[in-house]
């Protein structure tokens, strides 16, 4: 499972780092960043869904 940003979608409402710091960061703009290059850690899904499901800007997809 891997997290997709589209960054230039993102307008820096800083819900999904918020939501899941173990996988969303901000740049030094506040614009999202993934960390590890989006892979969700097992037993992380729920929190990929989450950060996925409060984005505003639908700039963050997951994909199988």
């Known amino acids: ?3 997709i940003l589209d960054s230039e979608k993102c307008q820096g409402h800083g819900r999904c780092y918020a939501l899941a710091p173990d996988l ?3 740049d030094d703009y506040g614009d999202a960043v993934l ?5 969700v ?3 992380s ?10 984005c505003p800007e639908f ?4 994909e199988q």
Request: proline share 4%.
């Open 41 to 43: 850690p097992e037993g």
């Open 59 to 62: 700039a963050i997809t997951l």
């Open 35 to 39: 960390i590890d290059d989006g892979a």
């Open 24 to 26: 969303m960061d901000s």
């Open 45 to 54: 899904e729920a929190q990929a869904q989450l950060i996925v499901d409060n």
């Open 1 to 3: 499972m891997k997290l």
